[in-house]
């Protein structure tokens, strides 16, 4: 007999973590705990990317700026795909403020 399910995607380490802790009693909101807003599809995209990345090795701005301009990842603020170090600190910290303005102002849960 046959079935009809889809095969297990391969496991994220990242993913598999947060799957935990929103498994444990009374933590059903860790893992979005401090966002505030949801998460666009560019910083999805930038956020899968720089798992990828780190996957690889890569230590350091320049070498995760390195890995995101080989990808041709563009940066969710600016539209670039011209990674460097510079640029990968101001999109992180443009985007750590954005996150931290809505946390401020919609709580948890988003």
């Known amino acids: 007999m046959t079935t009809n399910t889809a095969p297990e995607a391969p496991s994220d380490a990242f993913r598999d973590v947060m799957a935990a802790a929103r498994a444990q009693p009374g933590r ?11 998460i666009s599809a560019a910083e999805r995209t ?26 041709q990842v563009a940066a969710p603020l600016s539209g670039r795909t011209d990674w460097d170090a510079a640029l990968l600190e101001a999109e992180l910290s443009a985007l750590n403020q954005a996150f931290d303005a809505a946390y401020a102002a919609h709580g948890t849960g988003a």
């Open 28 to 38: 059903a909101r860790l893992a979005n705990q401090s966002m505030g807003r949801p």
């Open 46 to 71: 930038l956020a899968e990317a720089l798992m990828a990345v780190y996957a690889t090795g890569a230590k350091g701005a320049e070498a995760v700026a390195r890995g995101l301009a080989e990808r």
